[in-house]
């Protein structure tokens, strides 16, 4: 099998099976078990996965909090239409985003959005960047967009073309129940299936939970529209992570305890800023952009994490190359997706989740 022929990382999905609405209780997922060692497979609920991890094990999730990002207003000088999408923030009131409209959008490009009050939030392009992950434009707003709170829902299109509505809770419910750094334009939807008691009854059985941040942007979603995977160039994410958990998660690496990574979001920010240490790997505290790009056949050597907890994600995208690096085995990978597809699991950003072990 190729590995570097996007078309090998394609899988047939059933439209049923996409996920449109969220489970009333975030746990009561599915939970499909990978072994990847043993190359066998368990089916589980979510809710249960204090009794399958090991004694011990560092759960590590990324605590971004998604924003409303979706601005929708109209030119300032015609009154057309306008959507700006914002992506990531370069300093007060000032954004990096993507814009749908009807003309080429140059510098001193004004539109402006409808605030909650009746008036407008007036903004300005200052700068247009042709980069390998599209033409990024940056904005600068006369207020501050997610303070103004202007903005709508980034929810997934899969999500959009079948739920048609939702409402100013939805952001509630997109969010992870311990997103705290706002900042992301699309979930780290792994993350979404715990609640807060079923935190506390992994601590309780001495589990240990960790966080990082990882601001979610175009490099997550961005399609591969490459024939190539190599050819394709992942968007720069921020990350950040503290001197503290930075310590404590070298210590437990160290002591040879299971590292957990909750969602792919976490799992590049944890293998990106990894360095080699006296005693193997160590992660370096700090805030810095990560753009990595792991899937197989590059021979990227895994550092950090153990294992991996993700949901299931669309066929030929970055996501799916990087559980393929993980689980080992293209052909298993795709088998284990056949097999989820089998028993009806509900896929992407509300659907259920995959638990890869090393065992």
């Not at 591969?224 to 950040?240: G, I, L």
């Not at 799992?267 to 240490?277: C, D, F, I, K, M």
């Amino acid at each position: 099998m190729d590995l570097f022929d996007v078309r090998n990382y394609q899988y047939t999905l059933p439209e049923e099976l996409i996920a449109a609405e969220p489970l009333e209780q975030r746990d009561r997922s599915r939970l499909l078990v990978v072994n990847r060692k043993s190359r066998t497979l368990e089916h589980r609920i979510f809710s249960e996965i204090p009794s399958i991890l090991d004694p011990g094990t560092v759960i590590v999730a990324n605590n971004t909090r998604v924003i409303r990002a979706r601005l929708l207003g109209e030119r300032e000088d015609t009154g057309g239409k306008v959507e700006f999408f914002m992506l990531r923030r370069v300093e007060s009131a000032c954004w990096e985003g993507l814009m749908k409209t009807g003309a080429r959008v140059l510098p001193g490009f004004l539109f402006k959005i409808p605030d909650r009050e009746g008036g407008w939030v007036r903004a300005e392009v200052i700068r247009r960047e042709e980069s390998p992950a599209g033409v990024i434009l940056t904005a600068k707003f006369s207020r501050d967009p997610v303070e103004a709170d202007i903005g709508e829902v980034p929810l997934p299109p899969y999500i959009v073309a079948k739920r048609k509505e939702w409402g100013p809770e939805e952001l509630e419910t997109y969010n992870t129940v311990f997103g705290t750094r706002a900042g992301s334009v699309a979930a780290p939807t792994a993350g979404r299936h715990f609640t807060p008691e079923l935190i506390g009854r992994l601590r309780s059985e001495g589990m240990d939970w960790q966080e990082l941040t990882l601001h979610v942007g175009i490099g997550t979603f961005k399609p591969v529209s490459v024939a190539d995977v190599r050819d394709h160039v992942m968007h720069a994410e921020p990350v950040e992570i503290s001197p503290t958990v930075a310590e404590s998660l070298n210590l437990s690496k160290r002591a040879g305890k299971t590292i957990l990574a909750v969602g792919t979001t976490t799992t590049r920010a944890l293998e990106g800023r990894s360095v080699p240490g006296a005693e193997g790997f160590d992660l370096v505290p700090g805030v810095s952009d990560v753009n990595l790009f792991i899937h197989p056949g590059s021979g990227y050597q895994w550092k950090f994490t153990d294992a991996m907890i993700t949901n299931f994600h669309l066929p030929g995208s970055t996501l799916i190359m990087m559980i393929a690096s993980f689980i080992g085995d293209l052909g298993f990978t795709l088998s284990v997706y056949e097999e989820a597809v089998r028993e009806r699991y509900r896929f992407y950003s509300y659907g259920d989740a995959m638990l890869i072990l090393d065992r």
